[in-house]
Nanobody, 123 residues
């Protein structure tokens, strides 16, 4: 069965960096679209960054220029490099995947989700 396991969340100060990882199994990693979402307490889940099977990426406006999504098909792992972190980036971050071919930030299209990893940014 499809499994996604996130790691790399931590508590950092504003201006710091983190790299999140998401290890996938149970599916053909290279052919699926993948994305990172986040959810802060009391807020809706929002798309952060996505990448499709061709490597096309998309980003939320709030993270453009600060976050970079990438995937290593040889390791079946998705990454999110987060730089210049802000307190507003504090949230649970989730990895998601779906069997379609575009880099969308719409959560309803993703069939499989990880359990999440917590990112806390202090000012």
């Amino acid at each position: 069965q499809v499994q996604l396991v996130e790691s790399g969340g931590d508590s950092v100060q504003a201006g710091g960096s983190l790299r999140l990882s998401c290890a996938g199994s149970g599916f053909t990693f290279s052919t699926y679209s993948m994305a990172w979402f986040r959810q802060a307490p009391g807020k809706l889940r929002e798309g952060v960054a996505a990448v499709d099977s061709d490597g096309t990426t998309s980003y939320a406006d709030s993270v453009k220029g600060r976050f970079t999504i990438s995937k290593d098909n040889t390791k079946d792992t998705l990454y999110l490099q987060m730089n210049s972190l802000e307190p507003e980036d504090t949230a649970m971050y989730y990895c998601a995947t779906g069997r379609f071919s575009w880099a969308t930030l719409s959560p309803s299209l993703y069939q499989y989700w990880g359990q999440g990893t917590q990112v806390t940014v202090s000012s």
